[in-house]
T-cell receptor, first 112, second 117 residues
Framework: GQNIDQPTEMTATEGAIVQINCTYQ??????LFWYQQHAGEAPTFLSY????GLEEKGRFSSFLSRSKGYSYLLLKELQMKDSASYLC?????????????FGTGTQLKVEL | DAGVIQSPRHEVTEMGQEVTLRCKPI?????LFWYRQTMMRGLELLIY????????DSGMPEDRFSAKMPNASFSTLKIQPSEPRDSAVYFC???????????????FGAGSRLTVL
């Protein structure tokens, strides 16, 4: 099976930078995803890493270290609308295909 | 595209009743996933299909749960009989075929919120 760990909650200030960490233990690793989920809504895709290093996309960046089983999501210039749950998800190769397993999510609260 | 369409959006039923949740994936997507989300357990994969064929149903909680995909544009998740512990938000998601190392993004439907009394 897969173990995916991320902090339950974080609080940050508008305009600041926040880093959300995710550690995982899995076999058949084939990519790591970050999704954003606002309360009462569906998860939406934010970023993807399959090789080590940093992927930058506007205010959002995601980092992966496969040897350490570690990823983080970096949010810059925080805005109130960034208050949401951030889900780390690991894709693994199985006998029949690939499947995406999610962590329980980090609830981020952005304050004034 | 209208995205992934799920129905009903909300369902309240009594213990022991049959519940059927429906999903229409994005046209052209090869993969369809059913997830369940609760506060305690987060987002759990129940089952997924590739080209209408069930690939992995190891996440289906027990025999009370069943899922079908009779064609490329329709899938159902059925719970019979339902129990209070089945109360959750059930999400359907679809994606294009997985390409090796490719970022095949899951697109989620709005979810079906089920309450079993």
């Amino acid at each position: 099976g897969q173990n995916i760990d991320q902090p339950t909650e974080m609080t940050a200030t508008e305009g600041a930078i926040v880093q959300i960490n995710c550690t995982y233990q899995t076999s058949g690793f084939n990519g790591l995803f970050w999704y954003q989920q606002h309360a009462g809504e569906a998860p939406t895709f934010l970023s993807y890493n399959v090789l080590d290093g940093l992927e930058e996309k506007g205010r959002f960046s995601s980092f992966l270290s496969r040897s350490k089983g570690y990823s983080y999501l970096l949010l810059k210039e925080l805005q109130m609308k960034d208050s949401a749950s951030y889900l780390c998800a690991v894709r693994v190769s199985t006998g029949g295909g690939n499947k995406l397993t999610f962590g329980t999510g980090t609830q981020l609260k952005v304050e004034l | 595209d209208a995205g992934v369409i799920q129905s009903p959006r909300h369902e309240v039923t009594e213990m022991g009743q049959e519940v059927t949740l429906r999903c229409k994936p994005i046209s052209g997507h090869d993969y369809l996933f059913w997830y369940r989300q609760t506060m305690m357990r987060g987002l759990e994969l129940l089952i997924y299909f590739n080209n209408n064929v069930p690939i992995d149903d190891s996440g289906m909680p027990e025999d009370r749960f069943s899922a079908k995909m009779p064609n490329a544009s329709f899938s159902t998740l059925k719970i019979q009989p339902s129990e209070p512990r089945d109360s959750a938000v059930y999400f359907c998601a679809s994606s294009l075929a997985w390409r090796d190392r490719g970022a095949n993004v899951l697109t989620f439907g709005a979810g079906s919120r089920l309450t079993v009394l």
